[in-house]
């Protein structure tokens, strides 16, 4: 015979042999009974109909039980039905999740959540699957047992980085009621719903997870690709003014058009763009702008002071290619080529507590200049930052003292190396 029928069977006679018991129970106490204890046929008469109901509860419950789970078994049979699931969160988020799922669910009457145990406890309204019970008001079952609701309990385990959660759904009837009566399957219908409401919550989240990391992705590959082509131009009039200041020279003073000359290459050299070239250093960036700074001296003469405060040890220091650039032609352009009579440009850079600040400052014409840009690559300073070191890397731009404006960026103290693999 087949093993779900057997099963079927077993229990079937389970409840019948239970509610057997009960009704002989019952008969001798009403047998007992002077002056009507004589009287048989009403004890046999709700005996008879006890029974037929009884029997026809447990099929009806083996049908449902069927035709929701698919098979037959010890376990979907059961009236209080437990599960274990692993939400891949930290315990807080993950009972968030779990508290959520449970008020979804339909007649739902009553929940309490308790965040600090890590504990939600509900009640649960028990559908009428078929409609009224047989036989309404008069049905015996519902004198003896009433219609229980069912209830839940869930209770989240803290693990690493991910909760376990422990759910139980039963009636809210005492389990010896288990040997008389049926929940039609509603217990294992509100624990397949929990557990598909956490699976959908969970996927939801991967997918909203996946989402932000391919727009992040994206973002990054935009601004990468926005500097690559910020790092492979030079600027046109930059390269024609040094060209034709270096063809000027070569007539009356060869050795410093030969010293510029000597410049731009250096310079030239440093800006042409490198396939693997995702992060640069400190020390790199430091003589791209040296030799920026350099040929403008030859350009500017005495209206262009520099100044260069660099410790050895922090030119290792992992920094995007293009970053400082950004910041030494902002400091000329807008603060000292403006002013008749020049300026000084300032590179510092210290270290303290894990951290490298690299200041470029200026005493030109500040914020008050008429030539201030549009500020865009000031944002894509920021913007290269944020997408090379998440929240651990700033820019900021303040007015220097007494003149001039100061634009600092602060990165974390590692290496190139130390950098890419991060």
Known sequence: MDPPVIKSIF??????IAWLLAIVLVASLWSSLPLI??????????????????????????????????RIDKSTLANRQRRQVEIPFEAGEAFDLLDAAIRELPRIEHVESARDSLQVRARVGRPKSYGEHSLGRW??????FGIPRNQILATVTPGDDSGSVTLI??????????????????NYENAEAITRAISR?????????KADAAQTATEKELTVARLNLLHAQVEPHFLYNTLASAQLLTRGDPARADEMLGHLIQYLRHSLPSADEAMSTLGAELERAIAYLEILKIRMGPRLGVQIDVPEPLRATALPPMMLQVLVENAIKHGLEPRTGGGTVWIRARGSDGEVAVTVADDGDGFNSRTTGTGIG????RERLRLAFGGTASLAVVANFPAGVAATISVPARSEREAVHA
């Open 201 to 209: 919550r969970v996927a939801e989240r991967r997918r909203g997870e």
């Open 378 to 381: 000031l944002k894509n300073v």
């Open 169 to 186: 759904c039963e009636p809210e009837s005492p389990a010896w009621s288990d040997w008389f009566l049926v929940d039609d399957a509603t």
């Open 139 to 144: 049905n015996p079952l519902l004198w003896w």
């Open 11 to 16: 229990f079937v006679l389970r409840l019948a």
């Open 37 to 70: 204890g004589w009287i048989e046929w009403p004890v046999v008469l709700a005996g008879m109909i006890t029974m037929a109901l009884v029997v026809a509860g447990a099929l009806s419950h083996l049908g449902r039980v069927r035709l929701i789970a698919g």
